[in-house]
């Protein structure tokens, strides 16, 4: 089991930056495919990004690629989210995720078993 406790968040203006960090819990860090979410108020939880173990494969939603960077420290237990370029639509709750399916590594990281407590993104117009 893996615990999962994001930071980061905030309000920044449209084009700007703001870096997630997840920090888990447990000694198999390794072991998981880690990923972010995200929900915006009214709409259902989304996918954002993945990345493998090693950090050597990702994966990204159309809708963020080319802006946000996804990152892994095993060596810290932690996963980050790079965001640039952000827009009014990237509004939401972002959420770490954790799993250790290997289905997990294909594409689009699906109902995971392990989500943080979410943090919240308000980009400005």
């Known amino acids: 089991q893996v615990q999962l406790v994001e930071s980061g968040g905030g309000l920044v203006q449209a084009g700007g930056s703001l870096r997630l960090s997840c920090a888990a819990s447990?000694?198999?860090?390794?072991?998981?495919?880690m990923g972010w979410f995200r929900q915006a108020p009214g709409k259902e939880r989304e996918f954002v990004a993945r990345?493998?173990?090693?950090?050597?494969?990702?994966y990204f939603a159309d809708s963020v690629k080319g802006r946000f960077t996804i990152t892994r420290d095993n060596a810290k237990n932690a996963v980050y989210l790079q965001m640039n370029s952000l827009r009014p639509e990237d509004t939401s709750v972002y959420y770490c995720?954790?799993?250790?399916?290997?289905?997990?590594?294909?594409?689009?990281?699906?109902?995971?078993?392990?989500w943080g407590q979410g943090t919240q993104v308000t980009v400005s117009s």
């Open positions: 447990g000694r198999t860090f390794s072991s998981y495919v």
């Open positions: 990345v493998t173990w090693s950090g050597l494969s990702t």
């Open positions: 995720a954790a799993d250790r399916r290997t289905t997990q590594a294909m594409s689009v990281m699906r109902s995971p078993a392990y």
